[in-house]
């Protein structure tokens, strides 16, 4: 009987109402939205990640089981840390590193990131996907809802792609101070 977990990673993509999309394909859907959406696109790809947040998480809970952990809430967050990162880059969306940034909001650093593209040379972040499952994923280990806003992107021609999170106050906040003209680093500084 074949089994319906990875031989390298143990992630069950069958059985998590989870699928194998390739980059090139979440690449081509973004600049097809864009074209034709214009800026409604990043609405539409962040409603989309956030719907599928919870397969994403759902599925972390049943690969960390394969580990002998029962529950993502009860890991040291160094451990936790770890473990979202090893998840995260055995699923095949990339390596990650989780920090804190001013003690004021998560943060979420990607060298790889799988929805990036450094070869569209877009001038905004795009990761807009991306957002919306965060939201959505790292959600379930917040009394809160989260919002979440990239920052740095590869689509743009940043090294990395960087994503902040906190609540929604905190991250409104942020980006008001952004669009004004504050860079994102003295705009999380700033929050009180």
Known sequence: MASNYSSTSGIDVAGSEMLTVGRVALSALRSALLRDAGPEAAACLQEAGYAGGHAVYASFQRWLRTRDVEDAAELPMDEFQRLASEFFRESGWGNVELNALHDAVAVVDSPDWGEADPHDHLEHPACHFTTG????????????????LEVECRSAGADRCRFLLGNGDVMRYVYEEMERGAGYEEAVAGVE
Request: no cysteine.
């Open 133 to 148: 499952m965060f939201a959505d994923f790292f959600g379930h280990f917040s009394e809160v809802p989260l919002g979440v």
